[in-house]
């Protein structure tokens, strides 16, 4: 049984690389003048869901949590939307700290908010589908000990890297951008 689980696992943790890295060269076939770079913007979005999709959609296959009971249809639908107004939480609430951490309250609320959403879509779209809208559930999944399964051992740690990947690929960014040769090194990457 643990077999079976770890390759399930395994293959919807490779779907979700091979996805995010198909979104970097797919949307050149479709869209003129994309590259990651140049139209950073279109990236996220294009992103953010890509890996909404697959997450959803490998939650349905695969069920790693499957319900203990059958639930009525205004039920799930209650559920659905919870879980729609937790993510968009969740999005403003990293749009916050973001912007506590330093980003441009105005100048770049577009950017700010769309790396938000996709920090959000690594992090709380996976607890969405694995735990639903349970907060117990959340707080005893990242509490000291408390994952149950592969499954959640394996949301703690995409969450706890997902959150401190981010903090530590935007740190550098505000120590020196505002250096001649960057402003140089940037233009010739854009040609």
Not at 19 to 45: E, I, Q, R, Y
Not at 51 to 57: E, W
Not at 125 to 136: A, R, S, T
Request: one cysteine or more; glycine letters at 4%.
């Amino acid at each position: 049984m643990k077999e079976a689980e770890l390759r399930r696992l395994l293959a919807a943790n490779l779907l979700c690389v091979v996805s995010v890295v198909l979104t970097a060269f797919v949307p050149a076939l479709f869209l003129d003048g994309f590259s990651v770079l140049g139209t950073h913007l279109t990236w996220l979005c294009v992103c953010s869901v890509c890996v909404s999709v697959l997450n959803v959609t490998l939650c349905l296959i695969l069920k790693p949590s499957p319900s203990s009971k059958r639930s009525s249809l205004s039920n799930k639908i209650s559920r659905f939307l919870k879980c729609c107004i937790y993510f968009f939480m969740s999005c403003i609430l990293f749009h916050a700290i973001i912007v506590l951490y330093g980003a441009p309250l105005i100048e770049s609320v577009t950017e700010t908010f769309l790396f938000a959403v996709l920090l959000s879509t690594f992090t709380t779209l996976q607890c969405l589908c694995l735990l639903g809208p349970n907060i117990q559930a959340w707080i005893r999944v990242f509490s000291r000990n408390g994952a149950m399964s592969i499954w959640e051992k394996s949301l703690q740690i995409t969450t706890t890297c997902s959150i401190l990947g981010g903090w530590f690929g935007a740190f550098p960014i505000p120590l020196d951008w505002d250096r001649p040769w960057q402003i140089d090194c940037f233009r010739l990457m854009m040609q």
